[in-house]
């Protein structure tokens, strides 16, 4: 099955600086990343994603980049802000409803 | 504007007896899907829905079982909760098709004493 790696495991950051964190997954029939992002006691809130056909995607202060060939995937986070503080988990499918976590990153941003 | 609610949001009980956990939508999505994560995991998949068509996750302890009456509710049993049963009980749910996005509700903290 799946595999998804995660890193780094936990990051702080200083406010206004960026932050980026990495995954690699194992199965090259994945075509679909999601990005989550949870908060303390409360569920995943998806924050961008990204399909197999796509390199780039950008909403705002966040990014992600796929990286098929390599099998790697990146969330990028600029001008970071304190609410940015939370765990960020990435995912993959390959469809038929299955979905693959990383281990996730707790992100930290000092004011 | 809620669109996956999960009842209780906390939920105590006691070692062995038995306990429901429910999730509803108003989505109308075809699947719903249950995970545990225990603290400072990653959401762990015990078994999702298509429809009526039940998934289970082949590591998933038969202590928990799955009920979806009708598409917008899906309830979660422990039969006999243990300690390490103690978590947070994640509900999501997706359109249906090929690479869809998951909507997850807020969780249930299941306190096992």
């Known amino acids: 099955g799946e595999n998804v790696e995660q890193h780094p495991s936990t990051l702080s950051v200083q406010e206004g600086d960026s932050a980026v964190i990495k995954c690699t997954y194992s199965d090259s029939a994945s075509n679909y990343f999601p990005w989550y992002k949870q908060e303390l006691g409360k569920g995943p809130q998806l924050i961008i994603d990204i399909r197999s056909n796509v390199g780039e995607k950008k909403d705002q202060r966040i990014a992600v980049t796929l990286n098929k060939t390599a099998k790697h995937f990146s969330l990028h986070i600029t001008e970071t802000q304190p609410e940015d503080s939370a765990v960020y988990f990435c995912a993959a499918s390959t469809g038929f409803n299955k979905f693959y976590f990383g281990s996730g990153t707790k992100l930290n941003v000092k004011p | 504007d809620a669109m996956v609610i999960q009842n209780p949001r906390y939920q105590v009980t006691q070692f062995g007896k038995p306990v429901t956990l429910s999730c509803s939508q108003t989505?109308?999505?075809?699947?719903m899907y249950w995970y545990q994560q225990k603290s400072s995991q990653a959401p762990k998949l015990l078994f999702h829905?298509?429809?009526?068509?039940?998934?289970n996750e082949a590591d998933t302890p038969d202590n928990f079982q799955s009920r979806r009456p009708n598409t917008s509710f899906c309830f979660l049993d422990i039969r006999s909760p243990g300690l390490g049963d103690a978590a947070m009980y994640l509900c999501?749910?997706?359109?249906?098709?090929?690479?869809?996005?998951?909507?997850f509700g807020p969780g249930t903290r299941l306190l096992v004493l």
């Open positions: 999501a749910t997706s359109p249906g098709s090929q690479t869809e996005t998951q909507y």
């Open positions: 989505l109308n999505h075809n699947v």
């Open positions: 829905y298509y429809d009526k068509d039940f998934n």
